[in-house]
């Protein structure tokens, strides 16, 4: 059993992250957030490489991959804090690949896949890039319902998350099959991990050069400590993205509790992860100067939108209970 990306999975990482290092620097996340606007030329070359139908089948336009892929293309917009609609509208397309009605992929998968249209995810209290949408999922615990922006009551509302538009919404929408909710909570997840990953990078650079009494403050035991935590959460939380986002593709029976486990760990490490990276940074570290405070305020707006880490657990303590009562029956 392979536990590892494929060949062509590491290549479209590698080529995301690269992409991203150059056209989505830190100093562009501050613009675009200042501004209250995506960035549009990073958004045209997403679209032009085909990426928001990554999950999309051929006859609608996308690439015919998976949400493994996905996950990988997330995980990178994690990483650098991109200030674009990706997450929402190619995790859009993918659902409604995946569980719509032929009727809602003929609609939407078109549109969405080229780049023409966008779309928002979320709940009706936050929903991420539903103003500017053509079309927006919403979540109702196991459920999902697809939305008509135009049909919508959308009001725009402002988070902490200045490099991302939010808003609530009101409105009646059409059912999508089962798994939808499952599979925006894995995409949640894998875009989460990539935070994480970018805040321990940063923060291992900070402890490395950062030097009190003669030495790197990173030998510190209390701070190579925090450290590992680091670590170890953001590795937790990738093996359970990927976990749901494999289920997703390969094991669709086993996507509710992948993508509660995925949730859980993500919820929870993205807001402990980010945390301790502020910690770590010092007096520096709770600046507006300081640009980890981006990543912090990514992942505490992804938990949210994933709805925290309790309400996860519980769900995995319900299926955990319900396979047992299914083995000893």
């Known amino acids: 059993m392979d536990f590892d990306l494929n060949d062509e999975q590491k290549q479209i990482k590698q080529v995301a992250h690269d992409l991203l290092a150059a056209r989505s620097p830190f100093s562009k996340v501050r613009e675009a957030a200042e501004a209250g606007e995506y960035d549009p030329s990073l958004w045209r070359e997403l679209v032009e490489l085909g990426w928001p139908g990554i999950a999309v089948a051929g006859e609608y336009g996308g690439q015919e991959l998976g949400l493994v892929e996905l996950a990988v293309l997330l995980e990178e917009l994690g990483h650098a804090c991109a200030a674009t609609p990706f997450l929402s509208t190619a995790t859009a397309a993918a659902v409604i690949s995946a569980t719509g009605t032929e ?195 990514r992942a505490q707006l992804d938990g949210a939108l994933l709805g925290g880490a309790g309400r996860h657990r519980a769900a995995l303590a319900r299926l955990g209970a319900a396979r047992l009562d299914r083995v000893a029956g």
């Open 103 to 297: 009727d809602q992929r003929a609609r939407w998968l078109p549109a969405l896949a080229s780049g023409e249209a966008t779309a928002g995810i979320g709940t009706r209290q936050l929903a991420a890039d539903a103003a500017d949408a053509a079309v927006v999922i919403l979540l109702d615990g196991d459920d999902a319902a697809l939305l008509d922006r135009a049909q919508a009551d959308v009001e725009p509302l402002v988070a902490i998350d200045p490099t991302r538009r939010f808003a609530t919404v009101a409105g009646d929408g059409e059912p999508l099959g089962a798994g939808a909710a499952d599979r925006v909570r894995a995409a949640l997840a894998a875009e989460i991990v990539g935070v994480c990953q970018r805040a321990l990078d940063m923060t291992l650079e900070y402890v490395k050069d950062r030097r009190q009494f003669g030495v790197p403050v990173g030998s510190f035991q209390a701070v190579s400590h925090r450290c590992a935590q680091m670590l170890l959460s953001t590795e937790t939380g990738r093996s359970a993205a990927y976990f749901a986002a494999w289920a997703a593709d390969a094991d669709p029976e086993r996507l509710p509790e992948a993508a509660a486990l995925a949730a859980a760990a993500t919820a929870a490490g993205g807001r402990d992860v980010t945390a301790a990276a502020i910690q770590a940074h010092g007096g520096i570290g709770f600046t507006w100067e300081a640009d980890v405070h981006w990543l912090y305020k």
